[in-house]
T-cell receptor, first 113, second 112 residues
Framework: ETGVTQTPRHLVMGMTNKKSLKCEQH?????MYWYKQSAKKPLELMFV???????ENNSVPSRFSPECPNSSHLFLHLHTLQPEDSALYLC????????????FGSGTRLTVV | KQEVTQIPAALSVPEGENLVLNCSFT??????LQWFRQDPGKGLTSLLL?????REQTSGRLNASLDKSSGRSTLYIAASQPGDSATYLC???????????FGTGTRLAVRP
């Protein structure tokens, strides 16, 4: 384990379901990130939180809703997803919001059916 | 808009061979460049970070070089081992605090 834990590891959901991805770190980092990794595409940054405040939202559709209740936990709430949203969702943290010193989790493999 | 390209997309070599992975970026005004390793179904592990003022960084059997003016970086792996099999990702940052822009990676297989 890297210090960043993501659950669940795998998730299959229908297009009408509502589910949440969870990320947890106890590294004392102040910034947390959600990335999307689709097949044959570069990693895409979705959201950045620094000191529990959202500092970046890269034009992500509203069917993805992040939540950062404290500096150790980050959630990604999912609803009414599309099959093209199937991907590996990676969480990362860093000591500060400058993105230096990333630690990544192992990801949640999401399949939308 | 910065674009990062990695060639080849996949590479298979016999154990013991020295190899080079390539990364190119379209905007040479970068703050730093980073190489990551990703094992199947796993997250990313940082391998080497090169600041824009540096020409290379070394860690064990890995050596990364940076030619900012030509928009290129290479990752050299000496005496490859089956345990080196993974996807190698290159990423650049435009300025301190800016997001990383990733390439699509090179999938490496080292045959015993």
């Amino acid at each position: 384990e890297t210090g960043v834990t993501q659950t669940p590891r795998h998730l299959v959901m229908g297009m009408t379901n509502k589910k949440s991805l969870k990320c947890e770190q106890h590294l004392g980092h102040n910034a947390m990130y959600w990335y999307k990794q689709s097949a044959k595409k570069p990693l895409e940054l979705m959201f950045v939180y620094s000191l529990e405040e959202r500092v970046e939202n890269n034009s992500v559709p509203s069917r993805f809703s992040p939540e950062c209740p404290n500096s150790s936990h980050l959630f990604l709430h999912l609803h009414t997803l599309q099959p093209e949203d199937s991907a590996l969702y990676l969480c990362a943290s860093s000591p500060h919001g400058d993105g230096v010193g990333y630690t990544f989790g192992s990801g949640t493999r999401l399949t939308v059916v | 808009k910065q674009e990062v390209t990695q060639i080849p997309a996949a590479l298979s070599v016999p154990e013991g061979e020295n190899l080079v992975l390539n990364c190119s970026f379209t905007d040479s005004a970068i703050y730093n460049l980073q190489w990551f390793r990703q094992d199947p179904g796993k997250g990313l592990t940082s391998l080497l970070l090169i600041q824009s003022s540096q020409r290379e960084q070394t860690s064990g059997r890995l050596n990364a070089s940076l030619d900012k003016s030509s928009g290129r970086s290479t990752l050299y792996i000496a005496a490859s081992q089956p345990g080196d099999s993974a996807t190698y990702l290159c990423a650049v940052r435009k300025s301190s605090g800016d997001k990383l822009t990733f390439g699509t990676g090179t999938r490496l297989a080292v045959r015993p």
